[in-house]
């Protein structure tokens, strides 16, 4: 069975500009959530997908948003880059319908200068 | 606001070893998640604990739940260089996939 994937899986970007992240669950799972890991703030949840819903959002801007698409496919967004983006940003899969396991993805490092 | 709290956040420990990281949080839940982070890697599923009293084990390393005290614990029992990582605990009280992550315990196994 395929993991999950993410791309692209480095990107550089300068401040003001926008970045789309895509991230495909392993099949089956139809809820994504995305996460951001940074030294500083370690891992922190930005939010969740289920059946093309978003259920869970966490404590981000409104620069940071996502969608996810009747395949379960997600792709994130962030626009008006910051140099504070700069992060791995991870996404993990799982069934969403009972509490288990979320299964992450290599994750996309991203730099903004 | 639920906060997960992790220590110690290094540990340094010799080959064969024994030693214990912790993992406290601060609402009530029975969901608790041990994940492996190698340096530059993704996050690996090590165990997923839903009750209280719930104990896994995987070789060297064993989890355990006490909902009731908010404590989860991960064992280490006879280390080895390969365990060298950084472990986190996450906790999940939405049942809705919203993991909150612990800070991580960077482990080193010395030789």
């Known amino acids: 069975k395929a993991g999950v994937t993410q791309t692209p899986r480095y990107l550089i970007k300068t401040r003001g500009q926008q970045v789309t992240l895509s991230c495909s669950p392993i099949s089956g799972h139809r809820s994504v959530s995305w996460y951001q890991q940074t030294p500083g703030q370690g891992l922190q949840f930005l939010f969740e997908y289920f059946s093309e819903t978003q259920r869970n959002k966490g404590n981000f801007p409104g620069r940071f948003s996502g969608r996810q698409f009747s395949n379960s496919r997600s792709e994130m967004n962030v626009s008006t880059l910051e140099l504070g983006d700069s992060a791995l940003y991870l996404c993990a899969s799982s069934h969403g319908t009972a509490p288990g396991t979320q299964y992450f993805g290599p994750g996309t490092r991203l730099l903004v200068l | 606001e639920l906060k997960v709290e992790q220590n110690p956040l290094f540990l340094s420990m010799q080959e064969g070893k024994n030693y214990t990281i912790y993992c406290n949080y601060s609402t009530t839940s029975d969901r608790l998640y041990w994940y492996r982070q190698d340096p530059g890697k993704s996050l690996e599923s090590l165990f997923v604990?839903?009750?209280?009293?719930a104990v896994k084990q995987e070789g060297r390393l064993m989890a355990s739940l006490d909902t009731k005290a908010r404590l989860s614990t991960l064992h280490i029992t006879a280390a080895v260089h390969d365990l060298s990582a950084t472990y986190f605990c996450a906790v999940d009280i939405t049942a809705a996939s919203k993991l909150t992550f612990g800070t991580g315990t960077r482990l080193q196994v010395t030789l």
């Open positions: 604990l839903l009750s209280n009293g």
